[in-house]
C-alpha cells in the first residue's frame, strides 16, 4: 500500500470524526457497508474516484483534500519548522501531524511567517540604532537637551533664595531649551517614520544608490550599446532630475559606466540567446563568450526577469566586507548599517581568490528561502608603485525550490545580533533573540 493511498483513509476517518458521524452512518450515506468503510479508513482497501467523491460531498469537502491531503505550502513550512526548532526535519510526521490537525498546522504555520516578520524588524531596528549615525547624533541631541533642563530645573527647585535676575535666566534658557528638544524630537520622529521613496534624502549614499537601481529596476535600456565617448551624456541625462546628494551621484555614476560598458561586451539580444541556449549560467555564459566570471554575472544580474526566467541577485564587496553593490532576491536579506554574517560564501571566497565556490544557502530566520549560489573573487591591479593587487568577491544568487534541493544547505545569518545560531564560532555579539549565547 502506498503512502498518498494510506493517506486518504487517514484523511477520511479524521474528517468523519471532526464532524461527529458515525462509521455506519456516513457508510449508508455513499452505499457501502460499515465493514467496507473501516478497511478503507484504516487503508487495507483503494478507493476509486467515484466512491472519493460520494464521501468527499457526505464530508462537506473538497475531494481534493482527501486525495491530496493539506497543501504542499503547509507541508514546506512545517518542514522549514521542524529544522529551525530541531535542526532536522521529521518528515514522517509533519504530513500525519498536517492531516490529523489541519486547524494547529495553520496556526503553526501562520507563527512561523509572524515570527520571520519580526525577526527582520528587529534586525533593522538593531542595524539603525547601533549603526547609523544621523540616528546616533539626534538621540545624542536629545539626551543632551534632557540632562540641561534636568540641571536647570534642579537649581531651581533646591535654591530657596536664588535672585530674581537669576530665577529668569534660568527659566528662559529652560524655555529655551524645551524648544529645542521639541524641534530635535519632530526631527527624529520624521526621521523614523519616513517612507521608503522619501528616505533616501536621510540615507547613507550607498542606500541612495541601492534605492535608485531598485526604482529603476536595475535594468537602463537608454545604457545598452554605447560607445564609450556616448555614455557621459547618457548617464547625466539618466541621473538628471533625481534627489542624489553628491556622493551617491559619484557612485552611481561609476556604477552605470560599469553597467554600460558590460552591455556593449554582451548585448542584450545576444544575452536572451545564451540564457535560452545555456541557461543563466555565469560560468557557463563565460567560457562561451570568453568574458571573465564577475562581467557576466553584472550583465545577468541586470537583465529583466523575462530574459534570465528566474529571479536573480548579486552582492559585490570588497576585500574589507564592505557591501559596494546589493541585488537582493526574496528570502535573503542584505544588511545595510552593519557588518553581514561572515559565514556567507561571499567573504570565504575572498581567501580563494580566482576560484568559484558553490553553495546552497539560508538564512537562519524563520521561512527562508533557499538560495543557489556562485561565489568568486576577482583581483585587478591596483595603481601604485609596488604593483598591488586589489580584490572584490561576487555572489551571484538564485533561489530555489526546497523540496528541488537534495544536498547540504549552509545555514547562515544576515547579521549577528538577530540571528538565534547558537553554536557559531564566528558570532560578534550576543543575539537579541535567545538567551543561550555562548
Known sequence: MNDQSASIGLRIRQRRRTSKIKQADLAQQVGISASYLNLIEHDRRRIGG???????????????????????????SLRELSYDILGSEISSEIEEFATRYPIWANVAVSQQQKI???????????????????LSSSIHDVLSIVTAIQSLSSILNETDDIEPEWQKRFLRNIGEES??????????????????E???????????????????????????????????NAISDQISGESLSQSAKWLIENALHQYAEDALALPRL???????????????????????????MRRLSHLPTSITQSPIGLIICDAA????????????????????????????????????????????????????????????PYHGDQGELVAQSYMFMKPIDAEAQ???????????????????????????LNNNNP
Not at 55 to 67: G, H, I, R, T, Y
Not at 179 to 196: C, D, G, M, V
Not at 407 to 417: D, P, Y
Open 50 to 76: 467515484a466512491l472519493l467523491i460520494k464521501l468527499a460531498a457526505a464530508l462537506e469537502v473538497d475531494p481534493l483534500l482527501l486525495s491530496e491531503g493539506v497543501h504542499a505550502s503547509i507541508v514546506n
Open 270 to 296: 545576444n544575452m536572451k540567446d545564451l540564457v535560452q541556449d545555456l541557461g543563466a549560467d555565469p560560468l557557463v555564459i563565460a567560457k562561451a563568450t570568453g568574458h571573465d566570471i564577475p562581467k557576466v
Open 321 to 380: 566586507g564592505s557591501v559596494l553593490f546589493q541585488k537582493p532576491v526574496e528570502g535573503f536579506r542584505v544588511p545595510r548599517y552593519s557588518a553581514a554574517c561572515s559565514l556567507w560564501p561571499l567573504f570565504l571566497a575572498l581567501q580563494t581568490p580566482m576560484r568559484c565556490l558553490s553553495h546552497v544557502i539560508a538564512q537562519t530566520s524563520s521561512g527562508a528561502q533557499n538560495i543557489a549560489t556562485l561565489s568568486y573573487a576577482a583581483l585587478a
Open 406 to 432: 537534495d544536498g547540504k544547505v549552509l545555514h547562515v545569518g544576515a547579521t549577528c545580533a538577530p540571528c538565534t545560531a547558537e553554536q557559531c564560532q564566528s558570532r560578534r555579539e550576543p543575539s537579541l
Open 179 to 196: 524648544q529645542r528638544l521639541t524641534k530635535t524630537s519632530e526631527t527624529l520622529i520624521e526621521y523614523l517614520e519616513a517612507k521608503p
Open 198 to 232: 522619501t528616505s533616501g534624502q536621510l540615507s547613507s549614499p550607498y542606500e541612495e544608490m541601492d534605492s535608485y537601481f531598485a526604482k529603476h529596476s536595475y535594468d537602463f535600456p537608454t545604457l545598452e550599446g554605447l560607445a564609450p565617448n556616448e555614455r557621459d
Open 116 to 134: 520571520g516578520i519580526l525577526e527582520g524588524t528587529i534586525s533593522a531596528l538593531n542595524e539603525r540604532l547601533s549603526q547609523d549615525p544621523r
